[in-house]
Structures are given as structure tokens and as C-alpha cells.
T-cell receptor, first 113, second 113 residues
């Protein structure tokens, strides 16, 4: 089944404790990205990657890191999480091109205490 | 800066009713527009993708229209069912290097049996 998977789905952590949210897609898509969703603000792009070893900042990159060492994986790293990073996170992937639908993962709900 | 607005924020209708969800955007220079459905715990599901050169797309009971000049899109749902209850998100694709989607905050739809 073609899909985008994220792990973990739910995470409670404390301020300053490094964490990684994994994202994997099995559709051989070049493009991958991360969004966060907050009430009243909608989804906002954090980082994106056009292909392996090519990443760039989205609209809200502060406090996050990413890497793209393999085509299928695009982990999101929070080196020192803070309470304002409490949010619902989505990973997305698509083939490259304006006419292509983007496929989203199920989301990771993060609570930083 | 592109802004996407969805009105109303919430809508409740009786089963069987036809309904229209609205989306407006401030910059008509878009590459595409997508409508998504968001169910709790299940991520986002793409419903329809309209390219900037197109005026509408149809899938089953769903029809989405796009009027770039007025900065509007509508999602028409025919013969609504309780299973249509979800949050519907409109997203404008800005194409280019980022391939970013700019989301509205959604319309929460409840279809009453």
C-alpha cells in the first residue's frame, strides 16, 4: 500500500530533551516536507527537501533540523524542544511537479512540558 | 504574502443536503489548489487537485471549482452523508522551488443523520 508513515504518533517530552520524529514514504517520491498544525494558524511548512541531500527552510524552521540521506526517509529533529513546539506535525511527499498531489502521513502529536 | 481563508469555520447540515464550502486566497498567481479532508488521527486525504489552468474537477459526489481572477474556490458536496463529517482544508500550491502548500484553517463539517 502506498503510504507515508510517521513515528511516533504521540509523544510527551520535557523541555530540552532531544527528539526525532521519523517519516518514511514507499512511493519513490522526490519531494518531502514537514508541516506543523496549530489551532487558528492552519498548517505551516517547516522544512522541505527536493531530493536526497537537498533540503531547505520553510516558513517556520526555527528550532528544527532535518536530514535527507535516503530518498524514502525525512526525519524531523528537535535538538532542544520548547513548549511552543507543542503541535501536530505532518510529513508529506509527492513526485516533483506542480500537477502532483501531495500525500500526507497520519500526523504526530507532540506535547512538550 | 499569500493568505487563504475558509468560511464558515463550522457547518452542520442534515443528511442528504447539498452543500458548498468556500475558500478564498489573496494572490491569484497560484500553481494549483487542493482540497483535503482531515479526520482525527488519520492525517490528510487529498480529495481534488485543480491546476491553475483548470476551472473545475469532479470526483464522485464532489465538485471543486477555481476562479483565479476572483481568488475563490468552492467545494460542492452533493447528497451529504454522515460519513462526510470531517474538517475540509483548502490549500494553495505556490509551486516553484518550495512546492509549498499554503493552507486555510478549515471548515468543520457535521452531517446529522
Amino acid at each position: 500500500e502506498a503510504q507515508v508513515t510517521q513515528n511516533p504518533r504521540y509523544l510527551i517530552t520535557v523541555t530540552g530533551k532531544k527528539l526525532t520524529v521519523t517519516c518514511s514514504q514507499n512511493m519513490n517520491h522526490e519531494y518531502m516536507s514537514w508541516y506543523r498544525q496549530d489551532p487558528g494558524l492552519g498548517l505551516r511548512q517547516i522544512y522541505y527537501s527536493m531530493n536526497v541531500e537537498v533540503t531547505d527552510k520553510g516558513d517556520v524552521p526555527e528550532g528544527y533540523k532535518v536530514s535527507r540521506k535516503e530518498k524514502r526517509n525525512f526525519p524531523l529533529i528537535l535538538e532542544s524542544p520548547s513548549p511552543n513546539q507543542t503541535s501536530l506535525y505532518f510529513c508529506a511527499s509527492s513526485p516533483w511537479g506542480d500537477e502532483e498531489t501531495q500525500y500526507f502521513g497520519p500526523g504526530t502529536r507532540l506535547l512538550v512540558l | 504574502k499569500q493568505e487563504v481563508t475558509q468560511i464558515p469555520a463550522a457547518l452542520s447540515v442534515p443528511e442528504g443536503e447539498n452543500l458548498v464550502l468556500n475558500c478564498s486566497f489573496t494572490d491569484s498567481a497560484i500553481y494549483n489548489l487542493q482540497w483535503f479532508r482531515q479526520d482525527p488521527g488519520k492525517g490528510l486525504t487529498s480529495l481534488l487537485l485543480i491546476q491553475s489552468s483548470q476551472r473545475e474537477q469532479t470526483s464522485g459526489r464532489l465538485n471543486a471549482s477555481l476562479d483565479k481572477s476572483s481568488g475563490r474556490s468552492t467545494l460542492y458536496i452533493a447528497a451529504s452523508q454522515p460519513g462526510d463529517s470531517a474538517t475540509y482544508l483548502c490549500a494553495v500550491g505556490d509551486g516553484g522551488a518550495t512546492n509549498k502548500l499554503i493552507f486555510g484553517t478549515g471548515t468543520l463539517l457535521a452531517v446529522q443523520p
